[in-house]
């Protein structure tokens, strides 16, 4: 059956800060690995097994999925709206740029900012979108 529903949270993560590793999920095939997060800011202060608990209870609300997966849904549907996102919006042109640095200093007007926010990419501007 494997060893599904274990944490982690001493001996192998960092002394001084709040971590642990998660096995959420039983391996299909071969050998499965668990999932390391990291607790950058806990503003609700829940306690250590409080936050394992729920990040184990969101590996189950995938809605693809009648079983658990390696990591939350909430944290895969996000990676899925970047990839679309890169999609949806064109990317600059820096070939008369050497770097980043000539963009920084630049300040966007709002008018700049809604304009680049709108538009579509050519690819994308004739099919549906499911968000």
Do not use: W
């Amino acid at each position: 059956m494997g060893s599904c529903r274990v944490v982690i949270d001493t001996d192998i993560v960092h002394p001084g800060q709040f971590s642990f590793f998660l096995n959420s999920h039983k391996a299909l095939q071969g050998t499965n690995r668990p999932a390391l997060y990291h607790v950058l800011y806990d503003e609700i202060q829940f306690t250590a097994d409080e936050l394992q608990l729920l990040t184990y209870y969101l590996c189950f609300t995938d809605p693809r999925s009648s079983t658990s997966e390696a990591i939350p849904s909430l944290i895969h549907q996000a990676d899925l709206a970047a990839s679309n996102a890169r999609d949806l919006f064109p990317e600059k042109d820096n070939s008369t740029n050497d770097g980043y640095a000539a963009d920084a200093l630049e300040e966007p007007s709002l008018g700049d900012i809604v304009t680049e926010h709108l538009r579509v990419h050519e690819s994308m501007r004739d099919r549906p979108h499911f968000g």
